[in-house]
């Protein structure tokens, strides 16, 4: 391999870190980074873990590991889950869009990713995004990397930190997604539009900073905005994805697409949905498997809320605060650590 990179620089390498985004083909077509067996190529890029986005098209659960067969369209790619009590099991069906991050595996001769984390998606748009963030990393990835080193200092340079304008941008769309996070706590609305969150004074005032930030980064720092800020497509579109990220944070639920103009989300407030819910999942098991009277164990109340579509992406964390709240208003108890009952 030319410029193949010496083991020692390999962490000097932001992709050998992070998941790499691919189509399913090029995860196949992924060539042994010479002499180390786990570790690809793309270029001189040492790459171990990579994110894939597709459809289920099998399913092979057993008692240990459930194995997903994921088609993107450019190929057809294994993904094994390992069942772990102390980790959230997200159960998908044929026919889910999914978004599959992991290591690159091979068994029987056969590439595989074994997953670290796995998200079914709602918007069939993620495909799209994904389409089009691995056709535009292409010119990133292609790129040989190149260890430098001053003369003067001996040191490794890093021009692959982010600057100062990519650090701003980051802390603010951080910061847009607590605002809306905060928002959705304090009106405790369970149901809401996107026009809802354009009408959010702190919302829109940091949105008016991140389109001033994205257009510096893009040196366009002279185009000034014609449209009004609540309705411009970038603006909401920047919210959009905000709005993905909290339901892939178990906060908000993104609804299935009926109307593109006017879609609706639905906040899962810990009192007025989240708790009412776990207490018909702990009725619904003792009503089908019998109560017994050490109390429902915390990953079967967890296993079964996630089998629910609105709920799947719902951490454990959260459900363990709206168990808390339920014990605290005396709706149920803790009969051993980890297993409640109705009161």
């Avoid at 009106?187 to 829109?204: I, P, Q, W």
Wanted: with cysteine.
């Amino acid at each position: 391999m030319e410029n193949a990179l010496p083991v020692k620089s390999w962490g000097l390498d932001p992709l050998y870190w992070t998941h790499v985004k691919l189509f399913v083909r090029d995860v196949l077509q992924l060539k042994n980074y010479s002499g180390f067996k786990g570790v690809y190529a793309i270029s001189n890029h040492p790459i171990a873990q990579v994110l894939v986005v597709g459809y289920i098209v099998k399913v092979d659960k057993r008692e240990k590991l459930t194995t997903y067969g994921v088609d993107d369209g450019t190929g057809c790619l294994s993904c094994c889950m390992w069942h772990n009590q102390n980790n959230d099991l997200v159960e998908a069906t044929f026919g889910d869009l999914v978004t599959v991050m992991g290591k690159i595996s091979v068994f029987r001769e056969e590439r595989q990713i074994t997953a670290s984390s796995f998200y079914i998606e709602t918007d069939p748009n993620v495909e799209v995004f994904h389409w089009l963030e691995v056709m535009k990393l292409r010119e990133i990835y292609e790129k040989p990397f190149e260890v430098s080193e001053n003369p003067e200092t001996k040191t490794v340079t890093k021009p692959w930190l982010k600057n100062e304008l990519e650090i701003e941008i980051d802390r603010l769309e951080e910061s847009l997604k607590s605002a809306i996070a905060e928002y959705l706590e304090i009106t405790d609305a369970l149901s809401f539009t996107l026009d809802t969150l354009c009408g959010v004074n702190k919302v829109m005032e940091i949105m008016r900073q991140l389109t001033s930030k994205y257009r510096e980064r893009s040196s366009d720092k002279k185009v000034e905005m014609k449209q009004p800020l609540v309705s411009n497509p970038e603006v909401r579109q920047v919210i959009k994805q905000t709005l993905r990220k909290l339901d892939k944070d178990g906060i908000v639920y993104c609804k299935p697409i009926t109307d593109y103009n006017h879609r609706e989300y639905e906040f899962i407030s810990i009192k007025k949905d989240l708790s009412p819910r776990i207490v018909n999942v702990i009725k619904e098991i003792c009503h089908s498997q019998g109560e017994s009277s050490c109390g429902i164990a915390l990953n079967k109340i967890v296993s079964n809320l996630k089998s629910l579509e609105k709920y799947k992406n719902v951490p454990r964390d959260r459900v363990k605060v709206g168990l808390e709240h339920l014990m605290n208003n005396g709706d149920i108890y803790e009969t051993r650590q980890g297993h409640y009952r109705i009161a």
